[in-house]
C-alpha cells in the first residue's frame, strides 16, 4: 500500500493517502531521521525554517493519548494554540462531509451509531494509536507572520511524502494537539514554540479499512487559472 524509494515523485505524491490504523510495530529512529531530514529540504520564506519537530514515542506518546482522551471525555474545551477560523461551510463543508462518509462507509459506521462514531473521534485524540508522533511547532516571535504557517505546511507536505517513499503511513492532525497543556508537558515543549500541528506516524496496517480509502480532489479546472497563455500552446 505504502511507497517505495524506487517510485517516482509523481507515484509518490498519486500513491499517498492518509493513514489511520497502524501496526503495533516501532519505527527505527534513524529511519524517521531520513525521512525528517528529506522534509527539511522543504522551503521557507527568506530561508527562516521557522520549524521545530517533536518526535515522540513510547510512554511520553501513551501519556498524551491519555491525558487528550481524558481531557475531551470530561468535557474540556479546547485548547489549541493555532486559530481555528470559522466551521467550514458551504463546499468546504460538503468536502468535509465527503470524505467523512467514505471513511464512515469504509469503517461499516452507521449513522446513527453514535458509540462507534465516538471511538472513530476518540482514535483521533489517540493519535489513531501510531507509534510515532511528530509535532510540529514554530519560534513563537514569528506568530504575526502568514508566512511561518505557510512554511510549516511546506514541510509538513514534504514529510508525509518523504514517509510514504520509505514505506511509512502518515495522517496530519489536529486532534492531537487539542489539548496543548497536555502535550507542552509530556512532550517538553518549550514556551517559545507555538504547537501547529500533529502528524501521525507509523507502518500502514492494510487490513484497516480506512487506510484503502482514496479521497476526492476537485478537477484542475475548476482550481486553476491560466492567464496570458495562447490556446495553441502544448
Given amino acids: 500500500m505504502s511507497g517505495t524509494p524506487?517510485?517516482?515523485?509523481?507515484?509518490i505524491v498519486s500513491g499517498r493517502r492518509s493513514t489511520r490504523g497502524y501496526l503495533d510495530k516501532p519505527v527505527p529512529r534513524a529511519l524517521i531521521e531520513e525521512v525528517l531530514a528529506l522534509a527539511m529540504r522543504s522551503p521557507s520564506s527568506m530561508n527562516t525554517q521557522p520549524w521545530h519537530l517533536h518526535v515522540i514515542?513510547?510512554?511520553?506518546?501513551?501519556?498524551?493519548r491519555?491525558?487528550?482522551?481524558?481531557?475531551?471525555?470530561?468535557?474540556?474545551?479546547?485548547?489549541?494554540?493555532?486559530?481555528?477560523?470559522?466551521?467550514?461551510?458551504?463546499?468546504?463543508r460538503d468536502r468535509q462531509i465527503g470524505v467523512a462518509k467514505q471513511l464512515f462507509g469504509a469503517m461499516g459506521i452507521e449513522r446513527d451509531d453514535k458509540e462507534a462514531r465516538q471511538d472513530w473521534v476518540l482514535r483521533g485524540f489517540r493519535q489513531f494509536d501510531a507509534p510515532v508522533c511528530v509535532i510540529v511547532a514554530y519560534d513563537r516571535e514569528l506568530s504575526e507572520s502568514?508566512?511561518?504557517?505557510f512554511d510549516c505546511g511546506a514541510l509538513t507536505t514534504c514529510l508525509v511524502n518523504a514517509a510514504w517513499s520509505r514505506g511509512l503511513g502518515c495522517v496530519i492532525n489536529s486532534q492531537g494537539i487539542m489539548q496543548s497543556p497536555v502535550v507542552r508537558e509530556h512532550a517538553g515543549i518549550p514556551d517559545d514554540q507555538v504547537i501547529l500541528?500533529?502528524?501521525?506516524?507509523?507502518?500502514?496496517?492494510?487490513?484497516?479499512?480506512?487506510?484503502?480509502?482514496?479521497?476526492?480532489?476537485?478537477?484542475?479546472?475548476?482550481?486553476?487559472?491560466?492567464?496570458?497563455?495562447?490556446d495553441r500552446q502544448e
Fill in 6 to 11: 524506487e517510485q517516482t515523485y509523481a507515484e
Fill in 57 to 64: 514515542t513510547g510512554e511520553p506518546l501513551d501519556r498524551i
Fill in 66 to 92: 491519555k491525558g487528550n482522551t481524558e481531557r475531551i471525555l470530561a468535557g474540556e474545551p479546547d485548547s489549541r494554540e493555532f486559530r481555528r477560523g470559522q466551521p467550514f461551510a458551504g463546499v468546504h
Fill in 146 to 149: 502568514d508566512d511561518t504557517a
Fill in 197 to 230: 500541528k500533529a502528524v501521525a506516524m507509523g507502518w500502514p496496517d492494510e487490513e484497516f479499512p480506512a487506510n484503502a480509502v482514496v479521497s476526492t480532489r476537485k478537477p484542475l479546472e475548476e482550481a486553476a487559472r491560466f492567464v496570458g497563455f495562447d
